[in-house]
């Protein structure tokens, strides 16, 4: 495991990594994520090694709401919620096995656009340990594991914060909470109005 300040350079190192399906660990908005390619099949297979986890659904980031049309198809309730909450912590179910938002962390909007597609993001630890806040823990989660990501790009110590909230919203325009996380969507008309 390489850990790298954040700069140009090392952003460029990281894409490169990504597009030759290698897995690395940037901050979000809620805590260090691991981060590759949503739609490689290599890139989920090493993930899924590197926390030891079986689920291959995930939590997914792009750099704006045109990257995620780009990939998936939202429907008018999902688009209202997108143009409200992003950049923020409202991930929305697009598929059977992501949801995908756009956060607030800059760094994690400008990997997914210089990458040029959407980024896996999901928690740095292995499953079903705490989430990371510091480059540091994540070193000290993978040390010493068979399986670890190929770059850390380490943003000093990130705020604690709430998780996601992860909405899926059916094709009637219902909102089913699937975890409830930063944002509150408990009134659906309140949700996707255009007020606060």
Do not use: C, H
Request: a positive charge.
């Amino acid at each position: 495991m390489i850990i790298a300040k954040i700069n140009a350079k090392n952003i460029a190192r990281a894409i490169k990594i990504l597009k030759n399906n290698g897995i690395i660990v940037y901050p979000t908005d809620t805590a260090y994520a691991l981060g590759g390619f949503f739609d490689s099949k290599k890139a989920i297979s090493r993930i899924l090694k590197i926390k030891k986890r079986k689920n291959d659904k995930f939590t997914i980031i792009a750099s704006g709401l045109n990257q995620v049309r780009k990939y998936f198809k939202l429907n008018p309730v999902q688009v209202k919620l997108a143009k409200k909450y992003w950049p923020g912590p409202l991930s929305l179910v697009v598929s059977p096995k992501f949801a995908v938002r756009v956060p607030d962390n800059s760094i994690a909007r400008k990997l997914a656009r210089s990458a040029g597609r959407p980024l896996i993001a999901t928690s740095a630890n292995l499953s079903g340990q705490t989430a990371l806040y510091s480059g540091q823990e994540v070193i000290k989660e993978f040390a010493g594991e068979k399986y670890r990501p190929d770059l850390i790009l380490a943003a000093g110590r990130l705020k604690k914060r709430k998780t996601s909230t992860i909405a899926r919203v059916g094709d009637d325009g219902e909102i089913e909470i699937l975890r409830e996380g930063a944002v509150k969507l408990s009134d659906k008309r309140q949700a996707t109005s255009d007020k606060d």
